[in-house]
């Protein structure tokens, strides 16, 4: 029996032990890349583009001719039997294409197959991206709601501080109502808020491809921000050169470009068919013959605009990639900068703003209560230190989704 227990309880523990679905963004991502329709679709075709590579150099089927000559054997007696008509040959025909025009094709196919897993990496960047950006407005909002609950909690405490130094004729009943309606302010900040978290919650799911009401776990916890090495700028450079998948997609479509080029330019050659054809009398073969044939490329004017397309084609690919690039960098830039920003300003709120706003709010509460300040001043004490807490959750909200855009820049996480 108690074998049987350990067993359960060894068996219990993983689960016990696992994140619900919700409380933390490592769940949600490794629950999308296994159940997302439009990932899942671009793996699929990235497994096509490298199936249809693989055979991209392939020779094209033989192809086997039969002739019966002379079938009616002079009139005498017609028969569709290869030994009892007058000869019969057969052609057996393989067509060959110009040398190295296979090896373009494999690579054009091969250039086509990198733009197909460029295209998967960014659908994966771009959901996980979303994915990331709604979670911490998620959390925001949770956030938000829980402030505004303490907040009610506190603006109550100080409604009965109001209404007792009323009572005592100590203070007028205006403070009391002043107090009560801010409460009301406050709860109708929360319904607005309790309105975008649900919002918030179906597009979670949607992302997740659930059900919009499926249940989520309340977001636990932010991922912690990358060390300040990490956002090494020309670190940062290098991997989104390497990495990015946009740029992927663009360096396949150059390839492709300069393949397709080449082999406009090897379509100048012709290609031939070559074969071998043995002639039957009765049930002997009695002779052997090859041929070779050769399509003839005389419409040159055609194939000098072809290649004078193709051309153009790399050279649109080249422009593209380097405006690509340059926008990419840019908005890397930017990224960088805003996480920065955010980051010193939740520092600044932490360390200097929140303890300055405390120590005036208990200053205008004890104040308050000793008679020598109005409740106005309590009331905009109470009211910085709201604000000062919720610039606190939007300057972590920031740092956030501006990570969240450098890791999709980047085509992974820092």
Same mark, same amino acid.
């Given at each position: 029996?108690?074998n049987?227990?350990?067993?359960?309880a060894?068996?219990?523990?993983?689960?016990?032990l696992?994140?619900?679905? /919700?409380a933390?963004v490592?769940?949600?991502?490794?629950?999308?890349?296994e *159940?997302?329709?439009?990932?899942?679709?671009?793996r699929? !075709?990235?497994?096509?583009?490298?199936?249809?590579a693989?055979?991209?150099?392939a020779?094209?089927?033989?192809?086997l001719?039969?002739?019966l000559?002379d079938?009616?054997n002079?009139?005498?007696?017609?028969?569709?039997?290869? +030994?009892?008509?007058?000869? %019969?040959r057969?052609?057996?025909?393989?067509?060959?294409?110009?040398?190295?025009?296979?090896?373009?094709?494999?690579g054009?196919a091969?250039?086509?197959?990198g733009?197909?897993?460029?295209?998967?990496s960014a659908?994966?960047?771009?959901?996980?991206?979303?994915i990331k950006? #709604?979670?911490?407005?998620? *959390?925001y909002?949770? /956030?938000? =709601?829980?402030?505004?609950?303490?907040?009610?909690?506190l603006?109550n +405490?100080?409604e009965?501080?109001?209404? %007792? &130094?009323?009572?005592h004729g100590l203070a007028?009943q205006q403070?009391?109502i002043r107090?009560?309606l801010e409460q009301?302010?406050l &709860?109708t900040? $929360?319904? =607005?808020l309790?309105?975008m978290?649900? *919002?918030? *919650?179906?597009r979670?799911?949607?992302?997740?491809?659930?059900?919009?009401?499926?249940?989520?776990?309340q977001?636990?916890?932010?991922?912690?921000?990358?060390?300040a090495e990490?956002?090494?700028?020309?670190?940062l450079?290098a991997r989104?050169r390497?990495?990015?998948p946009?740029?992927?997609?663009?360096?396949?479509?150059i390839t492709e470009?300069?393949?397709?080029?080449?082999l406009?330019?090897?379509?100048?050659?012709?290609?031939?068919t070559?074969?071998v054809?043995?002639?039957?009398? @009765?049930n002997?073969?009695r002779?052997?013959?090859?041929? #070779?044939?050769?399509?003839?490329?005389?419409?040159?004017?055609? &194939?000098?605009?072809?290649?004078?397309?193709?051309?153009s084609r790399?050279a649109?690919? +080249?422009?593209?990639r380097?405006?690509?690039l340059?926008?990419m960098?840019?908005?890397?830039?930017?990224s960088v900068? @805003?996480?920065?920003t955010?980051?010193? %300003?939740a520092?600044?709120?932490?360390?200097?703003?929140?303890?300055?706003t405390?120590?005036?709010?208990q200053?205008?509460l004890?104040?308050?209560?000793? /008679?020598?300040?109005?409740?106005?001043v309590? $009331?905009?004490a109470?009211?910085?230190?709201?604000k000062?807490?919720?610039?606190?959750?939007?300057?972590q909200?920031e740092?956030?989704?501006r990570?969240s !855009?450098?890791? +999709?820049?980047?085509g992974e996480? $820092?």
């Amino acid at each position: 029996m108690k074998n049987i227990i350990t067993l359960l309880a060894c068996l219990a523990s993983p689960l016990a032990l696992a994140a619900p679905l /919700g409380a933390d963004v490592q769940g949600l991502l490794d629950y999308a890349r296994e *159940h997302n329709p439009e990932f899942a679709a671009t793996r699929h !075709e990235a497994d096509a583009a490298a199936q249809r590579a693989a055979s991209a150099d392939a020779l094209p089927d033989p192809v086997l001719r039969t002739e019966l000559m002379d079938f009616t054997n002079q009139g005498s007696r017609a028969s569709l039997l290869p +030994s009892q008509v007058g000869a %019969t040959r057969y052609l057996l025909m393989q067509s060959v294409p110009w040398f190295g025009r296979r090896d373009l094709q494999r690579g054009i196919a091969e250039a086509q197959s990198g733009q197909a897993r460029g295209q998967t990496s960014a659908t994966w960047a771009a959901l996980a991206g979303s994915i990331k950006s #709604v979670y911490a407005q998620y *959390h925001y909002l949770a /956030g938000s =709601e829980k402030l505004m609950q303490e907040t009610l909690t506190l603006m109550n +405490s100080l409604e009965q501080v109001a209404q %007792t &130094r009323y009572a005592h004729g100590l203070a007028a009943q205006q403070d009391v109502i002043r107090a009560q309606l801010e409460q009301t302010d406050l &709860r109708t900040e $929360l319904l =607005e808020l309790e309105n975008m978290r649900h *919002h918030m *919650h179906g597009r979670l799911n949607a992302l997740l491809s659930r059900p919009n009401m499926a249940e989520l776990a309340q977001p636990a916890q932010l991922r912690p921000l990358p060390v300040a090495e990490k956002l090494d700028w020309n670190g940062l450079e290098a991997r989104l050169r390497a990495r990015n998948p946009a740029l992927q997609m663009a360096d396949a479509g150059i390839t492709e470009a300069e393949q397709s080029r080449n082999l406009a330019y090897n379509n100048r050659y012709p290609g031939f068919t070559l074969g071998v054809a043995p002639t039957q009398s @009765g049930n002997t073969v009695r002779s052997w013959d090859l041929m #070779v044939e050769f399509n003839i490329p005389l419409q040159q004017g055609a &194939r000098r605009s072809q290649e004078r397309e193709a051309e153009s084609r790399l050279a649109a690919s +080249s422009a593209r990639r380097e405006a690509l690039l340059n926008q990419m960098l840019a908005e890397l830039s930017e990224s960088v900068s @805003g996480l920065d920003t955010a980051r010193r %300003t939740a520092s600044l709120l932490a360390t200097r703003l929140l303890p300055q706003t405390e120590l005036a709010y208990q200053s205008a509460l004890t104040g308050y209560e000793n /008679g020598r300040v109005d409740f106005s001043v309590l $009331l905009e004490a109470q009211r910085q230190i709201l604000k000062a807490r919720r610039q606190q959750l939007k300057s972590q909200l920031e740092a956030q989704l501006r990570l969240s !855009e450098i890791e +999709s820049l980047l085509g992974e996480e $820092l």
